[in-house]
């Protein structure tokens, strides 16, 4: 059962930008935080972005001003600007949450979307 929804992956020119959704596809009984990590070829997951339900951000330093994440309700986008060939990855919504009260938290994973930024 798909758990999280990603959408708005493609190809893009150096400079461009791209703006990736989201959507949480089932119920949850609560959701401590919802980030974006992403994973280029031979390399580890990494975490881009983060937001918690309180409405705190981070960021990694290497997209830190060039992208922004945001929430509304149980959607989360990844608004990626001034994109680099280096940001060339596989996308992955990541959920960190409960489905029922007597659920141990757990990470929930997207099925993730490919961005790739052409030099």
């Known amino acids: 059962q798909v758990q999280l929804v990603e959408s708005g992956g493609g190809l893009v020119q150096a400079g461009g930008s791209l703006r990736l959704s989201c959507a949480v596809a089932v119920l949850f009984f609560d959701i401590n935080a919802m980030s974006w990590y992403r994973q280029a070829p031979g390399k580890q997951r990494e975490l881009v972005a983060a937001?918690?339900?309180?409405?705190s951000t981070d960021y990694a330093d290497s997209v830190k001003g060039r992208f922004t994440i945001s929430r509304d309700k149980n959607t989360i986008f990844l608004q990626m600007n001034s994109l680099k060939p280096e940001d060339t990855a596989v996308y992955y919504c990541?959920?960190?949450?409960?489905?029922?009260?007597?659920?141990?938290?757990?990470?929930?994973w997207g099925q993730g979307t490919q961005v790739t930024v052409s030099s």
């Open positions: 937001v918690t339900s309180g409405g």
């Open positions: 990541n959920a960190l949450g409960r489905r029922t009260i007597l659920s141990s938290m757990r990470d929930y």
